[in-house]
């Protein structure tokens, strides 16, 4: 059975990094991975995604502080978080697609996405 498992999450001061993993296993074929963040009281957030031919996006809210790659290899696809604001505290969840999308915006939108992790938390502190 396909399944996505995240790992990585913490607790780690403003200011601080993470390395987030999610790593995907009985999958025949991925198109696009990405990955979302859910705050309390908040919508998802569709926040970085990397297509298999290694092309990346990244929404504003992270540009420049968060990198998403993947090692195909070992089937697992990794966030880089610097620079880390109290903001990012959320519950954090890798996706996959196995089919592109066509309109503007569409691979940060969780619609876009079938398949999903459980999560992992991260929290920031002051």
């Known amino acids: 059975q396909a399944r996505l498992v995240e790992s990585g999450g913490g607790s780690v001061q403003s200011g601080g990094s993470l390395r987030l993993s999610c790593e995907a296993s009985?999958?025949?074929?991925?198109?696009?991975m990405a990955w979302f963040r859910q705050a309390p009281g908040k919508e998802r957030e569709g926040i970085a995604t990397i297509r298999n031919d290694g092309h990346s996006t990244y929404a504003d809210s992270v540009k420049g502080r968060f990198t998403v790659s993947q090692d195909n290899a070992k089937n697992t696809m990794y966030l880089q978080m610097n620079s880390l604001k109290d903001e990012d505290t959320a519950m954090y969840y890798c996706?996959?697609?196995?089919?592109?999308?066509?309109?503007?915006?569409?691979?940060?939108?969780?619609?876009?996405?079938?398949?999903w992790g459980e999560g992992t938390q991260v929290t920031i502190s002051s």
């Open positions: 996706a996959t697609s196995e089919n592109p999308c066509f309109y503007i915006g569409c691979s940060l939108r969780s619609s876009t996405y079938n398949s």
């Open positions: 009985g999958y025949t074929y991925k198109y696009r």
